[in-house]
């Protein structure tokens, strides 16, 4: 019968030459273009053979190289969406948990792991500024948003055991989807969301937010929850978080705050974030903005209890012998997985390596970056800026010619990205800002320097001056 161990020699020459390889794709990575050039059909006659019956052995590695030309390469020019370049050393957390294989449900499960996690959820809540908030790793800001409004709704209209009863959820027009995807999912409604308008700034409008607050409640609906975003996803724009605590404190909203793009950014300004200490309930996403492998989010909260009373559900099998408290831990209890891996060591490894002046400075320098590609973009005459640095993402379009109509501007804009894309210098993505299609750069990569941000400009001017303007 054939089992599927290796010797350690195997393995220690599997990981020379992965290793190896990974070195060099990391010297690589500035030079590669921002996209592949490839198809579908491509990649498809590439990978979607059928599985082998018999050990290809080491040759099961043959396609490695494949896998990384045919990669969207995450290097210092990339600027789409919310995604730098990942930090190398927490690679190897990854790696290391996988070898460990811990089964991060329980503190008797994973003594080292649980400790860990609960340890850099602490650095995390300290490092912004939200010390004594508990909290627990996850997949990524939509899990994040997810279990932060289940929280909101347990605590205000418990649903657990006799279903929901709907309550209002106040976001605003640049509020990311994953609340309303959150709110459909806890059986709220989407038709219970209260879209709120935004000021020139594209912050919530917390006039606005009362207005309707005072409308709802005298037409007997019961309001629940406010997300406010610390860093919404265009433009980076930070509701007024502090007016929105009181808002929710004097109406008895439960105020979920949204930072899985900005949040940690308090690492570095927190002047920009006054009020987020008042957040209920608070996702962070450090695969976003603190340089961790994807995928790693997090959600932090001020009350256990609530996290306990919203995620707390067992089964003979989980049941803990311990007396004591810190042994008995579990985070099944506390939120939605059972089984989880270990995402902390990559955490743990980056943070001790690299330290937090290193990582708080990284933030600062994107912020600084954003900046300067905005001053660049006012000062280009054929540019116009459509959304300031409030963070680190700038979003403005070309100028096309003069009296274009709105819907002829927005096709040039929109050609023009597709055709900055081809030519595979710097990556940008798209954002709709009151109509205007907007193209977007965010930087929240260590690898990004200075004349990366000319370098947009002069990639955005040349390929509109090969474009016939309209
Ligand atoms: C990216 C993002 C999310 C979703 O996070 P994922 O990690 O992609 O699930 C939620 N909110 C904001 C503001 C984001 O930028």
């Known amino acids: ?25 990391l010297d690589q990575l500035p030079t590669l273009p921002t996209v592949p050039a490839t198809t579908a059909a491509e990649v498809e006659a590439i990978f979607g053979g059928d599985a082998p019956e018999s050990p290809l052995e080491a040759d099961a590695l043959s396609l490695l190289p494949e896998v990384l030309r045919l990669s969207r390469p995450t290097g210092p020019r990339f600027f789409g969406y919310v995604l730098g370049s990942s930090d190398p050393v927490a690679a190897y957390g990854d790696f290391i948990a996988a070898i460990l294989q811990q089964n991060v449900t329980a503190w008797r499960s994973s003594p080292a792991a649980i400790t860990l996690e609960r340890t850099v959820v602490r650095w ?4 912004i500024g939200l010390a004594g908030y508990a909290g627990s790793l996850c997949g990524g800001g939509s899990s994040a ?102 808002i929710a404190e004097q109406y008895g909203l439960w105020l979920h705050i949204d930072g899985a793009y900005g949040g940690l950014a308090a690492m570095a300004a927190p002047e920009k974030f006054t009020g987020i200490n008042r957040a209920d309930s608070l996702s962070l996403d450090p695969h976003k903005w603190l340089y961790q492998p994807l995928s790693c989010g997090c959600l932090l909260y001020c009350d256990r209890e609530t996290a306990a009373r919203t995620f707390s559900g067992s089964a003979e099998y989980t049941k803990s012998f311990s007396s004591n408290a810190e042994e008995s831990f579990a985070f099944f209890d506390e939120s939605i997985e059972l089984s989880r891996s270990f995402r902390a060591l990559k955490l743990w490894l980056s943070i001790r390596y690299h330290g937090l002046n290193a990582i708080r400075s990284s933030i600062g320098c994107d912020m600084e970056l954003a900046a300067l590609l905005q001053q660049h973009v006012e000062n280009t005459p054929e540019l116009e800026l459509l959304s300031p640095a409030a963070l680190s993402a700038v979003c403005f379009r070309h100028r096309g010619t003069a009296g274009l109509s709105h819907d002829d501007l927005n096709n040039f804009n929109s050609t023009l990205l597709q055709q900055l894309l081809a030519r595979g210098r710097v990556y940008l993505s798209n954002a709709e800002l009151d109509g205007a299609f907007a193209l977007r750069a965010c930087i929240v990569n260590h690898r990004t320097e200075a004349a990366d941000m000319q370098l947009i400009i002069d990639e955005v001017l040349a390929t509109a001056s090969s474009m016939s303007l309209p």
């Open 1 to 25: 019968m054939t089992r599927l161990s290796i010797t350690s020699e195997e393995f220690t020459a599997i990981g020379n030459d992965v290793v190896r390889l990974m070195a060099d794709y």
């Open 145 to 246: 948003n997810l279990m932060g409004l289940a929280m909101a709704r347990e605590a205000k209209l418990p649903a657990n055991d006799n279903g929901a009863q709907g309550g209002i959820v106040y976001v605003s027009t640049e509020t990311h989807f994953s609340s309303a995807k959150a709110v459909a999912l806890l059986g709220l409604g989407r038709r219970n969301i209260r879209t709120i308008p935004t000021d020139s700034a594209f912050r919530m409008d917390v006039a606005a937010l009362e207005r309707t607050l005072q409308a709802d409640i005298a037409s007997g609906f019961t309001p629940l929850a406010v997300v406010a975003s610390a860093g919404s996803t265009a433009t980076g724009a930070i509701d007024p978080i502090n007016t929105i605590a009181d």
């Open 124 to 127: 995390l809540a300290e490092a």
